[in-house]
């Protein structure tokens, strides 16, 4: 009495998985309430339980409204879920190269010593950001980033505030040098599911580890750069 019921949902366990035994199993459990509801003349107008694994494998489970979660991001929940649609991943990691200098055999560089140099001259490049803006330290010495539309190593252990890269082998590289951590340059492309899979984590952690109020974000509308959101301000472009 004097309660308006507007909706009502459950969330799946597993339906990103191959065998839909159990969601399914989790489906007619659910729907069984809606029918014991409706015998008592409860009828609920909104009914959801559809996740992005639903969205792309169980079109009959979509009911009212479905709750997109990873793939509003462009990515799938899990490599065992049909891909119905095809997905475009939405964002990207960059940043600049601000230091470069070269150095010799048997240099050590960062925390720890973990790397040492083994050429006649190895040309390190100093990237401004570290695992505080969310790039995962577990990438020390295993990492890789593009410059220039080619790969490079993460080279010693990844700091606070600084990551290291060895561009030796990119004679032409200059300080502001474009660096994607994880998205496409040129014909290369890192993926934040290659990321997981070096650090045995999922995608979903690692595309909201940079959500941070200090890794300033471009918000691109239309194919153009819409928006600016720093630590400081909010600004339309």
């Known amino acids: 009495k004097n309660v308006e019921i507007e909706g009502i949902f459950t969330h799946f366990s597993v339906a990103d998985e191959k065998d839909k035994t159990y969601t399914e199993k989790q489906f007619r459990k659910f729907m069984g309430v809606l029918t014991a509801l409706e015998k008592e003349g409860i009828r609920i107008p909104i009914k959801h339980l559809g996740n992005s694994a639903t969205l792309l494998d169980l079109p009959h489970m979509w009911l009212d409204l479905v709750r997109p979660g990873i793939s509003i991001y462009g990515l799938y929940p899990s490599t065992e879920v049909q891909k119905t649609i095809k997905l475009i991943p939405a964002h990207s990691f960059k940043t600049r190269i601000v230091f470069l200098k070269e150095l010799s055999m048997g240099k050590s ?73 994880w998205g496409r340059q040129g014909q290369e492309e890192i993926t934040v599911e290659e990321i997981a899979e070096k650090i045995g984590t999922i995608n979903y952690e690692i595309v909201h580890m940079p959500d941070k109020k200090r890794v300033p974000k471009l918000f691109i509308k239309d194919g153009k750069p819409w928006k600016i959101k720093t630590m400081l301000r909010e600004k339309l472009l």
């Open 109 to 181: 560089i960062g925390y720890g010593r973990t790397y040492t140099t083994n050429q006649r001259r190895t040309k390190v490049a100093s990237l401004p950001l570290g695992y505080a803006d969310g790039y995962n330290r577990l990438l020390s010495n295993q990492g890789e980033v593009l410059v220039r539309g080619s790969r490079f190593p993460v080279i010693g252990r990844i700091c606070m505030d600084q990551t290291m890269i060895d561009v030796t082998n990119l004679p032409q590289v200059e300080i502001g040098d474009e660096v994607v951590l």
